[in-house]
């Protein structure tokens, strides 16, 4: 046809089947794809070449006891070749069923099995006793080894590997073993075998099969059948966590984790204020210089402490709580501090309910109250507290707005949502989680960490933790603070509502005087 832009037309197509083909191999059709390989599958016998092994191998033995006949090695790869997170409901192997992935050996048994690489120490916790993975024989008359693998969650990228020993069937017809079979499924997905890109050559893969198994099988063989060595940051021993009880459902669950991970650890809680838990740490200081305690601060220490040394761990927001039958759930800048001065006395003279302000505070040692005092009150401090019971004055307390103070953050909640007209401040985390009351927007914003890094909603500050000076790096402290600000502990710190410091666009706001 005269005049078609056939060279538009053609370059458009050189463009879209392409994109088309990549667009459905990794946004639609690979967006979750678990991948195997066989890295290794190679007899040992002396006939087949591998002579040098013999003394080491002749010491190989099934589990009750038996020698193994014609042993061979195994080596798998699993890994998230896509390009979503693979979490564990994503398999669907059997619904009911902890077994996520099913690889089996024709021909073959299982003498023994052990996982040799994680791409990431959180996943050793998916190979518990009770995690599914195991191996076992199926069909009686011919058997066919079987190991099943657990609904391993994997981010993208992530992988591990499981090396196996077999064993050929007794009186089996063949030299020759089928290839593993690998049995599974993906919701929305697939399963599937990946290409090495590394491409070495059959010597190279005797050379490393050789070495691979000598070296495990000369450690121990309880390491194939039994043990399964934690990750190489664990750390043992005994840890004192002190300080913020604001943070402590984050180190409660941080911490519970670690010693899941990490065998042989043992963490005591001791949260009584970040002021007061800055003073216990530094007194265990004085006595040993590695005290084997952590503490927590909301805000960053005061004067005094010239040893200590803080770490940034998360940006934290708090808000102001009420009583529900208050009437209010916005306040000003303005009004917040009126209330705090004692200038406003019931709530109606701000259009909510005719009901006695009364004011729940922390105790004067408390991080979250000084964030209030410094980021709200403009470093004012709170009056004292001239109540116990939070509903009246108590006798002989001077006139004004009812003011008690309690030594928590859930201690705070739970008096606001008990007494009528109550106002208190809390860590947002513990507030949200709370039915019982309700959370206070300031000048309009809510506790959001966009309003908070845009300067429009002010009542944030950063969590530390201290140490006295610096941590041995083998030692528990320094394993936990690294386990903290890792990939699981960012996860725990994301889910109590809190943001690491080290994904914020502008770390900067992790600091003093920010």
């Not at 220490?301 to 808000?319: D, I």
């Not at 800048?333 to 009364?358: C, E, T």
Request: charged share 25%; aromatic share 8%.
């Amino acid at each position: 046809m005269e005049g078609f832009p056939w060279d538009v037309l053609l370059a458009v197509v050189g463009i879209v089947v392409p994109a088309a083909a990549f667009l459905w191999e990794f946004a639609l059709g690979g967006r979750k794809r678990l991948g195997y390989r066989v890295q290794m599958d190679t007899p040992t016998a002396s006939e087949r070449g591998f002579a040098p092994s013999a003394d080491a191998l002749a010491q190989l033995q099934h589990e009750n006891g038996d020698r193994l006949v014609d042993p061979s090695f195994v080596l798998l790869r699993i890994e998230n070749s896509g390009t979503t997170d693979i979490d564990t409901d994503d398999y669907a192997v059997n619904e009911n069923d902890r077994v996520g992935v099913r690889v089996k050996f024709p021909g073959r048994t299982v003498a023994g099995m052990v996982v040799t690489e994680l791409s990431s120490s959180h996943l050793h916790e998916c190979f518990g006793d009770d995690s599914g993975f195991g191996a076992r024989d199926e069909n009686p008359e011919r058997p066919v080894g079987v190991i099943d693998l657990p609904r391993v969650p994997l981010n993208r990228g992530a992988h591990y590997k499981i090396l196996a020993v077999l064993d050929r069937v007794p009186n089996g017809t063949t030299d020759e073993f089928d290839d593993p079979q690998v049995v599974g499924e993906i919701k929305g997905g697939s399963l599937r075998e990946t290409t090495s890109r590394t491409g070495p050559t059959g010597s190279v893969i005797a050379l490393i099969c050789f070495l691979v198994v000598v070296s495990i099988f000369q450690l121990t063989r309880s390491l194939l059948f039994d043990a399964k060595p934690p990750p190489l940051d664990c750390a043992s021993g005994q840890l004192v966590i002190t300080g913020s009880t604001a943070f402590a459902p984050v180190l409660k669950e941080a911490t519970s984790s670690y010693a899941k991970t990490c065998p042989g650890t043992s963490f005591t809680f001791d949260s009584r204020g970040s002021a007061e838990g800055l003073g216990s740490l530094n007194q265990a200081g004085q006595k040993d210089e590695n005290p084997g305690v952590l503490a927590f601060s909301d805000g960053a220490k005061g004067e005094g402490f010239p040893r200590l040394l803080p770490r940034p761990v998360a940006f934290s927001l708090f808000t102001l709580v009420v009583n529900k039958e208050s009437g209010v759930q916005d306040l000003s800048l303005a009004q917040i501090r009126d209330v705090y001065d004692g200038k406003i006395a019931n709530w109606k003279d701000i259009g909510g309910k005719d009901l006695p302000v009364r004011l729940v505070d922390r105790h004067s040692d408390s991080g979250t109250r000084r964030t209030f005092e410094v980021r709200i009150l403009e470093g004012k401090r709170e009056p004292g507290d001239n109540s116990d019971d939070c509903l009246k004055q108590a006798p002989g307390a001077a006139p004004g707005v009812v003011r008690c103070a309690r030594p928590s953050t859930n201690d705070v909640l739970d008096a606001i949502a008990r007494v009528p007209g109550a106002l208190g401040y809390s860590e947002l985390g513990a507030a949200t989680k709370r039915q019982d009351v309700l959370p206070v927007r300031i000048d309009g914003h809510q506790a959001t960490l966009e309003g908070a890094v845009h300067a429009a909603y002010p009542l944030w500050e950063t969590e530390y933790a201290y140490t006295f000076g610096e941590p041995k790096a083998d030692s528990l402290a320094a394993s936990f603070l690294r386990y903290l600000t890792n990939q699981v502990g960012k996860d725990i710190v994301r889910s109590h509502g809190h943001r690491p410091c080290a994904e914020l666009a502008n770390p900067v706001l992790c600091r003093p005087g920010t």
